[in-house]
């Protein structure tokens, strides 16, 4: 389980079980990253971060505010093959991404000008490990129908990692197996759909893969001779 004080500690290399040194954003490249996104902020209106996926169920930095809200132009979709974290490279999973088209409803985080800093060094640690997002300002309507400008992550498509098959018969069967320093992979995809149905909110790209993990679960789970709502030891 992802914590504040795991991640502030955290050797990336190590920590989340990267293997290709290449791929590693080094200190320096994040911290240009984020003074780049910075200095494309919009407006001096407060920062807000779009969660749709880990971030609504544990966003792990400080926010004064939390608010359902919706984001038009993008859809959640399994798209980036997940060899750290939750999978590993030999067994790899499966990680949400942003993709054009459609809309995700989600959360939006109200960030303190006071920790903004600080809050999003700590939010870079965490989703600029390898550069496979693009930091992105959009814009939210919350659920008062107020409208905010927020980062979003959005899927970087030219990173190595992008994978656009997302059918669930293809990316089940990954989520079902993966595993890693920070969890199973399956654990993130239920962990998501009890976020979202906490809600009250839907989104398609969920129901059927979500079915799916849970039947080859069981099934494995049979195999093992173990209780169903555990995890496959092997896949």
Not at 147 to 158: D, I, S
Not at 193 to 204: A, K, P, S, V
Request: proline fraction near 6%; include cysteine.
């Amino acid at each position: 389980m992802l914590t504040r004080d795991f991640l502030q500690k955290a050797d990336c290399k190590t920590a989340f079980g990267i293997i290709d040194d290449a791929l590693l954003l080094t200190p320096a490249q994040r911290q240009a990253s984020l003074q780049c996104t910075l200095s494309r902020r919009p407006d001096n209106s407060p920062v807000w971060v779009f969660g749709y996926g880990s971030l609504m169920w544990n966003p792990v930095f400080e926010a004064d505010k939390v608010s359902p809200a919706t984001l038009v132009g993008w859809h959640r979709a399994f798209c980036l093959r997940l060899t750290a974290g939750r999978g590993t490279a030999a067994q790899p999973g499966r990680m949400l991404a942003l993709k054009e088209g459609g809309q995700t409803t989600g959360l939006a985080f109200r960030l303190p000008e006071a920790q903004l800093h600080d809050e999003l060094e700590l939010l870079w640690k965490r989703e600029m490990l390898t550069g496979c997002y693009i930091p992105t300002w959009t814009e939210l309507t919350l659920e008062d129908q107020q409208q905010v400008t927020a980062l979003a992550f959005v899927m970087n498509p030219g990173h190595p990692f992008f994978e656009a098959d997302t059918r669930s018969k293809i990316i089940a069967p990954l989520i079902a197996c993966a595993s890693g320093p920070l969890g199973t992979n399956a654990h993130y995809l239920f962990a998501l759909e009890q976020e979202l149905n906490n809600y009250g909110m839907h989104d398609e790209c969920m129901t059927e893969l979500v079915m799916h993990v849970r039947q080859l679960i069981q099934a494995q789970a049979v195999v093992n001779r173990l209780p169903y709502d555990e995890p496959p030891l092997a896949c």
